[in-house]
């Protein structure tokens, strides 16, 4: 899809400008631009340098569960479709000697298997604008990923993608999914085998063109938080992970169900633990989303720019002809870089 840029002429602008200046400040900072569509390239913003977060009046709308958008504005779809700077909450720090971290606010899919880079061109007919691809880690379902390479991830980026890079590692040694059994984390080393796989995640993450800056998401799937061992050696893994992931310039990211890793890492977070996730990822599915108000996390935790909301599963849906099976998400968190 081409997009054709307003011209703006010097004249406007003039007026543009004089009209703020007599409105006042107020007036001028509730000018909220729509945008026309998707952007198609993101602007690059230094993490490390953030601008100072406004206080707005909160707003409820009813589309989404009352959720306050990134700036409090209510989450009425003003802000989608636009790239954001991370890190205005004041507490997220950028990656140790990354790039400059993106994010995106809007709404995304996840789906097993990568499409075709044809999907991808029809696909951009639906509201999504962010999509999941299981990248790596050993306990991917769809391990086998023909079409995701370098020449995919800048394709789908220079049609207007933001991509959600998910490595699927080892699992929690209690996890609930029979089926990832044969992948669990080894309790002798918990640490060093979060380290190994942190490294692994990276590895893959730059051969497949995501530069430093990027956001990588380690999935791990439900698991008993309550049983104490067990959560202990769980916390070490993904913390190992997120060190290692951190040190090598990309941003970790944990995708985990909201009432088994979310909860556990949210109390982990109260409790003062370091090199703990910089966003998360929590799958509840309620049928509509709710980034902000999710119950097991304190309203400010990883916000803003800090928060993806799978809100709906397994559901198949057709656009420009082409159908697939995805996961719904809506975005207020950091994105792929891709140069």
């Not at 993490?47 to 709308?61: E, V």
């Not at 080892?170 to 085998?193: E, Y």
Request: aromatic share 8%; proline share 8%.
């Amino acid at each position: 899809m081409r997009e054709h840029k307003p011209i703006i002429r010097h004249g406007a602008i003039v007026a543009m400008v004089l009209a703020c200046l007599l409105a006042g400040p107020t007036a001028a900072e509730a000018v909220v631009p729509r945008p026309a569509g998707p952007v198609a390239e993101p602007a690059s913003v230094t993490a490390s340098t953030p601008a100072p977060a406004r206080a707005y009046r909160p707003a409820r709308a009813p589309g989404d569960d009352g959720d306050d958008g990134p700036y409090g504005f209510a989450d009425t779809g003003l802000l989608d479709g636009l790239d954001l700077p991370y890190g205005l909450g004041g507490d997220e720090r950028a990656p140790s000697g990354g790039g400059p971290t993106r994010v995106y606010r809007g709404y995304g899919f996840d789906t097993c298997r990568t499409p075709p880079l044809s999907t991808m061109r029809a696909w951009l007919r639906s509201k999504y604008r962010a999509v999941g691809v299981y990248y790596g880690g050993r306990a991917r379902a769809c391990s086998t990923q023909r079409h995701l390479n370098r020449h995919w991830v800048r394709s789908v980026h220079r049609m207007g993608w933001r991509i959600l890079p998910i490595y699927v590692g080892s699992q929690s040694p209690c996890v609930r999914g029979g089926h990832l059994r044969n992948h669990r984390i080894s309790t002798d080393d918990p640490w060093g085998q979060g380290a190994s796989e942190g490294w692994d995640a990276v590895r893959r993450a730059a051969a497949l063109g995501f530069e430093p800056g990027s956001a990588l998401y380690l999935d791990m799937e439900a698991y008993n938080a309550k049983r104490s061992r067990c959560a202990d050696q769980t916390l070490d893994f993904i913390r190992a992970w997120d060190r290692e992931v951190d040190d090598a310039g990309y941003l970790p990211g944990l995708y985990s169900s909201s009432e088994s890793g979310i909860r556990h890492i949210e109390r982990a977070r109260r409790e003062g633990y370091d090199d703990l996730p910089r966003a998360v990822w929590f799958a509840r599915w309620q049928g509509k989303p709710a980034v902000r108000s999710e119950p097991v996390l304190d309203r400010d935790a990883w916000h803003p720019h800090g928060r993806i909301h799978q809100y709906s599963g397994s559901v198949r849906e057709k656009h420009g002809g082409r159908r697939l099976a995805i996961d719904r998400n809506r975005l207020d968190g950091p994105v792929a870089v891709v140069g």
